[in-house]
């Protein structure tokens, strides 16, 4: 039987002492993060009872400090959940990670070319009526192409966060327009707004020195390395801009800026030879100043400013009969989950587009942000550094063609790009028509695989009840 009598001081203050002991772990406990459930990947609940959003990224490490810090200013001042990034090198480390499942994101950074697939996979939760619900001002901030890109069913997938346009860098040591003018040979206007196929090819010329053994001019010999002098002459790379079947190289609205162009890309005078990509990349010949211009996006404008002695501008892409281009975009998608995580993720994602958070992005250097007030302001032209005509970025947007969404982008490019790194590299094409039509048919097989083929024979297509 219990006895009072047996409850001295010392056991009193025994109880004591392990009672405080047991409070002051629990506190200890409940203050940490403890060890994360799954390593690391996918929402968690911390004991502090804040949920625990996962936003997903990519990106070198300045890129990712600056994610990292607009993620550490919002923590600081939320008192309902606490928003965790999870990094990777690339975007497809990333999604490999995503779709098997080892990381289960609540927000995560999109390629626009990967917004088919993801939508076919049902990852997302549309934004619109998310993001409406919370004032922001769609139509004021971001342009109307961004949005367009991340658009699907009617609605907004994810929310466009960089758009940046495919332009020409330029070595203004090999190519100097002042001296070009001066030699009567045809230059964009002094304000550098756009300039013609004619100019980008004098310019070309004018940068191939034999003696210094550089050479004007180098275009990937892809789809993307070619698409935009398609665009630009008018034509379309696709024989539907939503559903295509076909790629539309062969198209008559095609064949002759096609032709104009490669006059360009395969004079071997004023371009890199294959003996000379065998041994080192265009970016490597363009970083050592033996090369005049490469196509490339902003992501190349930090790396380029690091290389010593390179002095170097930017253009946009030479004009056909029109002004276009491609772009690299990337929006930010809200993942499909319960939906107080959708809402808390809409929050986060709102401050995400705040014009702080934004600019934090943009001062890296390496991302275009798709808002505009951003876009035009210094922390993204960065007016004391190169490149001095940063603006060409900004101008370029609107000239961005969006293809349509394929989740065959992969299988696309490994069928036709060996045929247009021919098309593009070889010194003479002897008949165009038929190796562009060859091409498209290519295509087919990746974009309309289920349909029939024609027979060479008619009488093979008939019955023997006919």
């Keep these: 039987m219990f006895s009072l009598a047996r409850f001295d001081w010392r056991t009193f203050v025994a109880v004591v002492v392990v009672a405080v002991s047991v409070v002051v ?24 009872g804040m949920s625990r959003l996962v936003f997903a990224v990519w990106g070198n490490e300045t890129e990712i400090e600056a994610y990292r810090k607009i993620v550490a200013d919002y923590n600081e001042d939320s008192v309902v959940v606490d928003v965790h990034v999870e990094a990777w090198p690339d975007s497809s480390s990333m999604l490999a990670d995503i779709r098997s499942g080892d990381v289960a994101p609540d927000l995560y950074m999109l390629p626009r070319e990967e917004l ?5 996979t049902e990852r997302n939760r549309p934004v619109l009526d998310l993001l409406d619900a919370r004032g922001v001002a769609f139509g004021d901030e971001f342009p109307r192409e961004a949005l367009s890109a991340f ?9 466009p966060y960089t758009s940046s346009p495919m332009v020409i860098y330029y070595n203004t040591d090999l190519i100097d327009f002042e001296r070009m003018a001066a030699r009567d040979l045809p230059v964009p206007p002094e304000d550098l707004e756009y300039w013609t196929l004619d100019m980008f090819r004098a310019a070309a010329a004018f940068a191939s020195r034999p003696r210094k053994e550089s050479k004007g001019v180098y ?28 790629l539309a190289l062969s198209d008559e609205d095609n064949v002759d800026s096609i032709r104009e162009t ?39 404008t930090p790396r380029l400013r690091q290389v010593a002695g390179l002095n170097f501008d930017v253009m946009p892409m030479p004009e056909l009969d029109d002004d276009a281009t491609i772009g690299d975009l990337a929006g930010v998608c809200v993942a499909e989950g319960p939906q107080e995580r959708v809402e808390q993720s809409a929050d986060f994602l709102v401050n995400l587009l705040s014009d702080e958070a934004v600019t934090t992005m943009a001062a890296t250097g390496y991302l275009m942000p798709t808002k505009l007030d951003v876009s035009f302001s210094d922390a993204f032209l960065q007016p004391d550094l190169q490149p001095a005509n940063s603006r060409a970025f900004v101008s370029s947007i609107r000239s961005i063609v969006l293809p349509p969404l394929l989740a065959v982008w992969p299988d696309l490019e490994a069928a036709v790009d060996p045929d247009l790194e021919r098309l ?43």
């Excluded at 088919?116 to 076919?120: D, F, G, H, M, S």
Aim: net charge negative; hydrophobic share 30%; glycine share 8%.
């Design 262 to 300: 490669l006059e360009v890309l395969r004079d071997p005078t004023i371009t890199l030879t294959n003996k000379q990509l065998r041994e080192e990349s265009a970016l490597h010949y363009f970083e050592s100043g033996e090369l005049g211009m490469i196509a490339g996006f902003r992501d190349l």
């Design 116 to 120: 088919a697939e993801t939508l076919e």
């Design 151 to 159: 658009t699907a069913d009617d609605n907004l997938q994810c929310m």
């Design 219 to 246: 275009i990937e010999p892809t789809m993307r390395g070619l698409a935009p002098f398609v665009y630009a002459g008018g034509g379309s790379v696709f024989d539907d801009d939503t559903d295509p079947t076909s």
């Design 25 to 48: 772990a629990m506190v200890l406990y409940s203050d940490g993060d403890g060890p994360p459930p799954n390593g690391g990947h996918g929402p968690t609940q911390p004991s502090s």
């Design 424 to 466: 593009l590299t070889q010194p003479s094409i002897e008949d165009l028509e038929a190796e562009l039509e060859a091409i498209d048919e290519k295509s087919q097989t990746v974009l309309d695989p289920e349909q029939p083929e024609e027979s060479e024979d008619p009488s093979e297509s008939v019955s023997p009840s006919d």
